[in-house]
């Protein structure tokens, strides 16, 4: 628990605009502490939390009490998912996609809606053109604004945006970022999330697989390379993915802070 309370000493320390509690990962239903923690940064911090809903684990009645304890504890914002697919494969809540979730959480209470996007198409959508076009659906239902998940291809994004731009749909997008750390943990993301993995990149990762420090430094090094970019072209903001590694993220922002 001292660990945790560091960690989010440390992030706190960055003063970042929002801090987001996820959960649901692999397709668990586990959420019992996501209201709890966003009442803490709010309260120990000053700082918004943004409560991640994952659709696939609420029927219409469970997420709407769950909004109701968000309220309770005034936390404004969430991040709207469809969340990942249990691993039979079966969605049992009410929610068979992201935009069904923003319509219902819409219809009650007052929250700032974030929903997720993917610069490198989402993976079950058949094509770039087919996944703006769900994309829109979401931001109709009522998304205010949106973050990507992780890329590591600049152009990947700036293309991305072109094709929202196309499709009329105007909300701010953060651009998701996250430092590699070791091979297999982003091998494992990119596969679950259709994340393309540039030569650069893969250069990289095989000239220090066998060098954990070294790769850990090479990975907040492209990240830095990544986001020093995204600034200049005058990015909407930019979302860290910690995975739980203040310290990487700490060296991040210090790093950006010594070259804008």
């Known amino acids: 628990m001292n660990r945790f309370y560091q960690s989010l000493d440390t992030l706190a320390g960055l003063k970042p605009a929002y801090i987001s509690v996820t959960y649901g990962a692999g397709g668990s239903s586990n959420h019992a502490d996501t209201v709890a923690l966003c009442q803490l940064i709010k309260a120990r911090y000053g700082i918004e939390a943004v409560a991640h809903i994952a659709g696939v684990n609420f029927t219409r009645a469970s997420v709407q009490q769950y909004l109701a304890k968000l309220q309770d504890a005034k936390v404004e914002n969430v991040l709207a998912l469809r969340g990942d697919l249990p691993a039979d494969g079966v969605i049992k809540g009410d929610f068979q996609y ?8 819409k219809q009650d209470g007052d929250f700032n809606v974030i929903g997720a996007c993917y610069p490198d198409v989402h993976p079950e959508a058949a094509d770039s053109v087919d996944d ?13 604004q949106l973050i990507t998940q992780l890329f590591f291809e600049n152009e990947h994004y700036y293309q991305f945006l072109e094709r929202f731009e196309l499709a009329n749909v105007n909300v ?4 998701g970022i996250m430092s590699v750390v070791n091979e297999r943990q982003i091998s494992k993301m990119a596969t679950l999330n259709g994340v393309t993995l540039p030569p650069k990149f893969m250069k990289m990762m095989t000239h220090y697989q066998d060098n954990p420090v070294a790769m850990r430094d090479a990975g907040i090094a492209y990240a830095v390379d990544q986001i020093v970019d995204l600034l200049s072209e005058g990015v909407d903001g930019i979302h860290l993915y910690t995975m739980d590694n203040p310290v990487v993220t700490e060296r991040i922002c210090s790093a950006i802070a010594t070259l804008i």
């Open 132 to 144: 703006i076009r769900h994309l829109k659906c979401k931001v109709d239902a009522g998304v205010s």
């Open 172 to 175: 701010p997008i953060q651009a």
């Open 98 to 105: 992201a935009n069904e979730l923003v319509s219902e959480i």
